[in-house]
């Protein structure tokens, strides 16, 4: 997290920033990891705006197991 406890930038946009990055896919985990890593995010958050941008269209999520998802960037926001 940035000062006094907000993020530099969006949880949404960072997500879509490391798709981008890993070439438009990567799995839940591995995306979670990274993100983790950068910012101080919950995996219910992270969750809930993967949730999001699916709903918008800019992502897609495929479940491939249980507790095993794959993200896919569709559309750039």
Do not use: C
Request: hydrophobic residues 45%.
């Amino acid at each position: 997290m940035g000062v006094n406890g907000w993020r530099s930038i969006p949880l949404y946009y960072a997500i879509v920033e490391e798709l981008e990055r890993r070439g438009g896919t990567a799995k839940d985990i591995d995306l979670y990891k990274a993100l983790r890593d950068k910012y101080d995010v919950t995996f219910m958050e992270f969750l809930k705006e993967l949730m999001k941008l699916e709903m918008q269209g800019i992502i897609h999520v495929d479940v491939l197991k249980e507790n095993l998802r794959n993200i896919e960037l569709v559309v750039k926001p």
